[in-house]
């Protein structure tokens, strides 16, 4: 498992953190003019915490390798 | 951009936009939603609506204007603590509320005031910003209740001032625009 958490995958997954972040505010902007439930602080907690669990687990399962020559 | 890079942005950026619906889902199952409104609009209302706190607007934002709108009604939800200015079925307002009445139908009365003083039940309350409501009602805004001074978050403290409703003070000063005949359903 330690050989799979790299340094550098820790830091894709930053980045990753940080786009989601910014989609996160793109989407609470947009829910002051439609109709749609703003994102509050908790609930985008518990987000980010299941995106990046899953995020692990998918590295540990596969190395991101999708498809039919994995 | 690095492969598996860019493999976790288009999973996680899935992964959001499913939890994002089930968010939705959620949201729209809540008991917050009352029937006389649309959707649409308490949706917006609701994103607007901030924690109760007793100096300053239930919601960001400016307050709507009440002028030319010939279809005003208020429901208070006790259950919610959360009182609803619509316009035909469109919410305008929601508002944090202190609702001490029993299901009825009131209208908005002519008279309101800046300071009231009330004493029931052995409890001595003054109030501000009153409108007078029904036949001895008030929406108002608790300066103090037995000389204790109300702060914060109002709609959980355990007094009962009977036949009143207890708004922050800029809701309370923005409800004394509401016009005479306003009719008030208490569910």
Same mark, same amino acid.
């Given at each position: 498992m330690k050989g799979q958490i790299?340094? +550098?995958?820790?830091? +894709?997954?930053?980045?990753?953190?940080?786009?989601?972040?910014?989609a996160l505010l793109g989407y609470n902007l947009l829910s002051w003019l439609i109709p749609v439930n703003r994102i509050r602080l908790g609930a985008g907690i518990l987000m980010f915490v299941i995106i990046d669990t899953c995020?692990?687990?998918?590295?540990?399962?596969n190395n991101f390798n999708?498809?039919?020559?994995? | 951009m690095n492969k598996e890079l860019k493999v976790m942005i288009y999973t996680a950026i899935g992964?959001?936009?499913?939890?994002?619906?089930?968010?939705?889902?959620?949201?729209s199952k809540k008991q917050l939603?009352?029937? #006389? %409104?649309?959707? =649409?609009?308490?949706?917006?209302?609701?994103? /607007? $609506?901030?924690? *109760?706190?007793? /100096?300053? *607007?239930s919601e960001r934002g400016k307050y709507p204007s009440l002028k030319h709108k010939k279809g005003i009604k208020v429901i208070a939800v006790p259950q919610?603590?959360?009182?609803?200015?619509?316009?035909?079925? /469109?919410?305008?307002?929601?508002?944090? =509320?202190?609702?001490?009445?029993?299901? /009825? =139908?009131?209208?908005?009365?002519?008279?309101? %005031? #800046?300071k009231s003083f009330h004493m029931n039940n052995g409890q001595g309350s003054s109030a501000v910003a009153w409108t007078s409501i029904g036949q001895d009602g008030y929406l108002e805004? *608790?300066? !103090?209740?037995?000389?204790h001074t109300v702060r914060g978050n109002w709609v @959980? !403290?355990?007094?009962?001032?009977?036949?009143?409703? #207890?708004?922050? !003070? !800029?809701?309370?000063?923005? $409800?004394?625009?509401? *016009?005479? %005949?306003? %009719?008030?359903?208490? @569910?």
């Open positions: 790299t340094p +550098h995958f820790v830091k +894709h997954i930053v980045v990753t953190d940080i786009i989601l972040l910014l995020l692990v687990i998918i590295k540990l399962v999708f498809g039919a020559n994995r | 992964l959001l936009l499913i939890l994002v619906v089930c968010n939705n889902i959620i949201h939603y009352i029937s #006389e %409104g649309t959707y =649409a609009s308490q949706t917006m209302a609701l994103n /607007r $609506l901030r924690s *109760p706190n007793i /100096r300053r *607007p919610n603590n959360l009182l609803y200015v619509l316009d035909h079925r /469109r919410v305008l307002y929601i508002a944090h =509320a202190l609702i001490n009445f029993t299901p /009825r =139908a009131l209208a908005v009365n002519d008279a309101r %005031g #800046e805004s *608790p300066l !103090k209740v037995n000389q @959980k !403290k355990k007094y009962r001032i009977l036949n009143t409703i #207890e708004l922050s !003070k !800029k809701d309370a000063a923005w $409800l004394q625009k509401l *016009p005479q %005949g306003t %009719g008030i359903v208490i @569910k």
